[in-house]
């Protein structure tokens, strides 16, 4: 049987270098002792990434912060592991560069868990499990004397320029709809003025930065500010999605409907009902997500292709960042799928009145079903509360942690 031990220090390195994520070679280095002084440890910042920049407009300053979506998966030699527990958990966390807390939210939004359960493992040893890392996240924050708060709610993109995490690029969409983009080497802020209409998403996609506008129009953002057109317009939805599914961009069109929120008709016609309904429209009105529609890329004849079919990919629309997986990797029995933030009230059935909050979603392709997420127990069960195999005897009754690799 062969000695992986003495794999030649050449050929490590060469294998590391191919290794996707900061976490793939933490774990390439722990095989053992020769691998771990072949390979050389990777920078933290890329995980603890917390330059500042200037605000738009410039008056003051903000920081970034990543978050990660993991996928971990439960030990195959854990004894802890039983049948009715599910052998795959989708988690976001979000470290603090200070003290190395780190802070559980919701992988589909920007909200935090409260607290965590007691049996929660803390610290929680990511040599423990089969990690798979999903996707990433950046946010802006503000910096100031009085108060840290998030600056936008759009979705922030980066890109680390010849590996060195001091030189890189920023885009977001700006709160006018456009593009905003950020160099390090120029220390300012440019607003890109192309946008037939405001910008949905953007995306960092084998290494280069696209935009999608509500329309479907996609343009790649060069380094010099230039966007170039590569797929025309695709009318029909609401808000446009770009997701890098297995190497692949895809296109995903949501559709919204308009609908009263339940419990929200009322018997009376008089005047004051209709002027207080005008005057709080927002409490009385929700927005549905009712499908959803994918496309493919077609390089050539620079247009959106629609896809009947995912196969055993499974699609995560957030709200800061887009992600996919297999199947396999998630250890569910059917994809074809797309799970989705949702915030919509969805009536449980015969009983008057009852209705169920759902922040999260799920849309079959195939089928063109679509509901809450508790309606799909096998996706239901990747999310909150952590499986049995994940808990410890160690009590932790907040909501931090410490996350060790």
């Known amino acids: 049987m062969a000695d992986w031990t003495q794999l030649p220090k050449e050929l490590l390195e060469l294998i590391s270098k191919r290794l996707g994520t900061h976490y793939d070679v933490i774990r390439f280095r722990s095989v053992c002792s020769s691998w771990r002084s072949a390979v050389t440890a990777p920078n933290r910042c890329r995980n603890r990434f917390a330059p500042r920049f200037p605000l738009l407009p410039l008056s003051s300053e903000f920081s970034l912060s990543k978050r990660s979506v993991f996928l971990l998966g439960s030990p195959t030699t854990s004894t802890q592991t039983n049948a009715s527990s599910p052998s795959s958990w989708v988690i976001k966390i979000e470290e603090d560069p200070m003290n190395g807390r780190v802070q559980l939210l919701n992988p589909l939004s920007r909200s935090r868990f409260d607290s965590l359960p007691d049996n929660f493992p803390k610290p929680l040893n990511l040599l423990d499990f089969r990690v798979l890392e999903l996707g990433e996240e950046y946010v802006l924050h503000y910096l100031t004397h009085h108060s840290v708060g998030n600056l936008y709610m759009e979705k922030v993109v980066l890109s680390c320029l010849d590996d060195n995490v001091n030189d890189f690029i920023i885009l977001t969409i700006h709160v006018s709809g456009k593009l905003a983009i950020f160099k390090s080497s120029v220390k300012k802020w440019a607003i890109i003025q192309d946008m037939p209409s405001p910008f949905d998403d953007v ?24 966007t170039n057109l590569i797929a025309m317009p695709v009318f029909g939805g609401d808000k446009k999605f770009l997701v890098d599914s297995k190497g692949e961009l895809l296109l995903v069109d949501m559709y ?39 496309f493919k890329l077609d390089d050539v004849g620079k247009q959106w292709v629609e896809a009947k079919d995912l196969d055993d990919r499974v699609l995560f629309l957030g709200d800061g960042c887009t992600f996919s997986a297999s199947i396999e990797d998630l250890s569910v029995c059917r994809g074809n799928c797309i799970i989705y933030g949702d915030n919509f009230f969805y009536p449980l059935g015969e009983e008057d009145g009852a209705s169920e909050h759902c922040d999260v979603g ?23 509360p952590p499986p049995h195999w994940i808990s410890s005897t160690t009590a932790s009754d907040v909501s931090f942690f410490v996350l060790q690799c």
Do not use: C, H
């Open 256 to 294: 919204l409907s308009i609908e009263s929120e339940p419990g929200s008709s009322s018997s009376s016609t008089g005047f004051g009902f209709v002027e207080e309904y005008f005057e709080n429209l927002a409490l009385y009105m929700n927005e549905r997500t009712v499908k959803f529609k994918v």
């Open 203 to 226: 995306i960092l996609y084998k290494g280069n930065f696209y935009a999608v506008d509500n329309t479907g129009r996609t343009v790649v953002v060069g380094l010099d500010f230039e």
């Open 362 to 384: 799920v849309f079959d392709l195939e089928s063109g079903s679509i509901g809450p997420l508790t309606k799909f127990p096998q996706f239901s069960e990747l999310f909150w």
